[in-house]
């Protein structure tokens, strides 16, 4: 058990993990760090990073792995996650971006020996390829509180946020062309991950199907052996 727990989500788009990684961010006390929302504030905020990665976002494209693993960086001494503890979503997302963090299973110490990238567990979340691809076409996006819904047909571009007055909409990436060439980039560079991480002894694997309360109670239950949480909180 650790003070502050270093847990790293992995799961295809659409699996859940950004909800799922923010209810247990919020229930640990650790900020939740996704690095897609580090990409889309750069390129709203017009950096030189969001000039770089903007068509590669829009067309469903990987960030080369130089760039993530130096804005990654960046990101961990700014918000000192070696203090704080984090819940990390989106990233790694490649062997290559795991080892420039963590180091190589079975050849460097264990993950808690190293200096900026130690983890303390990783959990897959699994959702069937098909049903991840329906979550996505019918998933709308609240751009001013960031809640998200599901339309029941995927032919309705969008509907008012039940939070607020803003309006959900279709993320820029949930296109069919856009959400194909994710998930089979995602079975290709960080499918890999999931016996990457399960070789330092430190993978679960968690069921996402079913309502995202029953999903986060099979979390909470998988964890706890890792980062000592005992009851899921009322949402
Ligand atoms: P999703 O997982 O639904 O595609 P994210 O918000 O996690 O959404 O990421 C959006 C986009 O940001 C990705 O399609 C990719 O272009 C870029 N991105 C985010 N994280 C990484 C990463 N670790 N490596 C490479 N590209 C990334």
New binding site residues.
Partial sequence: MTARPRVVVLGR?GSGKGTQGMRLAGQLGVPHL????L?RAAVRAGTEVGAEVDH??KE????PDDL?IDVVRDEAERSQWSVTGYVLD?????VA?AEAFFGTPHIDLPPEATSHGAFDVAISLDVPLAEARRRLATRRVCPVCGTIVSVDDAAVEAIPCPRGDGTAVRRG?DRDDAIDR?LALYERETGPLAPWFAAWGRLVTVDGTGTADAVYQRLVDSLAPFVGLTAVPPH
């Fill in positions: 788009q996704s690095t897609g929302d990409f590669l976002l469903g494209l990987l960030v993530v989106g990233f790694p997302r490649t971006q990436d994710r």
